[in-house]
């Protein structure tokens, strides 16, 4: 005997499944892609995806829409496991439409953008999409809207994560815009407003789709991509990861792992790491490796303003959002770029309880024209207003250089620092000594036998009355100087210290950082 009740939920269920169809599953496996169902599968912990919608299905009857097969409205969405915690997920499927997304799909997507804010719980969205669902016309845009409108709600709530893993095209890419991680796959995640036909249409320049919005155009150039992925396993598995240092919601402390690694753990090779000649560049990623628990550091943006290294690590288990100087690169100076790449991590940090540990080694702004007119007077206000902003515990380690106003920027005390230290090679000062010489001595150079021989022993005369750490150190600015090699141990203790740290500000409708 059958059952027909059963036999139809069957029927239904094995459509739904089925997808786009063999043919256009096969299509993109060619691309290398995996179907989004595959994706939720990789992505969660075995067996663990409950869907939600999967009967959904489109209202619009237009342009033949009235008889076209739409399985889940091109978007499987529900919640699951990552290291057995919840989290939401919605996957757009290619092969159903082109991911293209109308009104029910948004629905969908707004459905599970919902619950994930109620459960307290991170929301994960697998985004391969040809845009707004050209047929639906305008319930498609207003479905942008409404989910835009549900991203900005979940900021600083919920961690909001986005993998680009196809196209991503139009306004489209805001959605993915206002989230706090983007993920995109080399080769076949593309993310751009207007496309290359446009552009050539407008103002004649010939781009390729990869050119301009590739994952390597969106890391190293445009800077909205934070990591990038060779293909869609990998990806996933960086969620994954990325997820080990984030709390579910800003109600909660971010996981402790269990470690097997020393907090008194001593890096002799520290005290010889910063070169005697101030102008030496060294490379600031060895002293975060020291400092973190072994194999925690998981950096952001890397390739997008390198002058400036963050990421995030461990510190006995417990998780830390490292912000850096790079001497490496353009003498580790602060440019618009570093400024907002700076900024926009701190405050992912603090709305999340993530401490903060900067390393300093900064010479200053970065002089020019193209930095004052582009802005560094609003983009460098970033990065005070983030850190006076932020009430994670906060510890500053100053390593060399540390001059005038990004001294300041670079989370000092008056900015806000909970605890201060320095290793002995510090230079804490107003500006470097040979711009302080050139000012305070500019006679006696002018009137000397020979100037260069003059600039430099005043440069040197400057330097030793105040590019050293004691004189913060005197002042109560700088709390320790510390032995190089005991680092990990400072930061260590200094965090213990702060653990419980609470610290309120003025009730206000929001704040206006300088945009
Ligand atoms: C409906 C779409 C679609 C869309 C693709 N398809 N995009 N259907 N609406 N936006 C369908 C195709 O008709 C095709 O159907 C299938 O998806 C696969 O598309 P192909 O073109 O065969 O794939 P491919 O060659 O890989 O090219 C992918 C693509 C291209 C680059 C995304 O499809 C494309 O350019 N699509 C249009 C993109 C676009 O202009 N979207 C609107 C952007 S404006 P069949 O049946 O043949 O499989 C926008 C505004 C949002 O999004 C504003 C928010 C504020």
Redesign the pocket.
Known sequence: MGNAPLDELKKRQDHIEAM?GKK?IARQHQAGKLTARERIQVLLDEDTFEEIGAHVQHRSTLFGMDRAAVPADGVVTGFGRIHDRLVYVFSQD?TV??G?LGEMHAAKIQRVQDLALKAGAPIIGLNDS??????EGVDA?NG??EIFKRNTRASGVIPQITVILG?S????V?SPALTDLIIMVRTTGQMFIT?PQVIKTVTGETVTAEELGGADAHLRRSGVAHLVARDDGEALELVRRFLTYVPNNNREEPPILEIDDALDREEAYLRNLVPVDPNKPYDVKTVITAVLDRDSFFELQAGYADNLVIGLGRIGGRAVGVVANQPRVLAGTLDINASTKLARFVRFCDAFNIPLLTLVDTPGYLPGTAQEFGGIIRHGAKVLYAYAEATVPKVTVILRKAYGGAYLAMCSRGLGADLSMAWPTAEIAVMGPEGAANIIFRDEIAQAEDPALARHDKSQEYRDQFASPYVAAQHGYVDAVIDPRDTRAHVARALMGLFNKKESRPDKRHGNIPL
């Open positions: 786009g256009r290619f439409l082109g293209s040809g845009g707004a669902r050209i047929q845009l942008y809207g196209p095209a139009g306004g489209a805001y496309g």
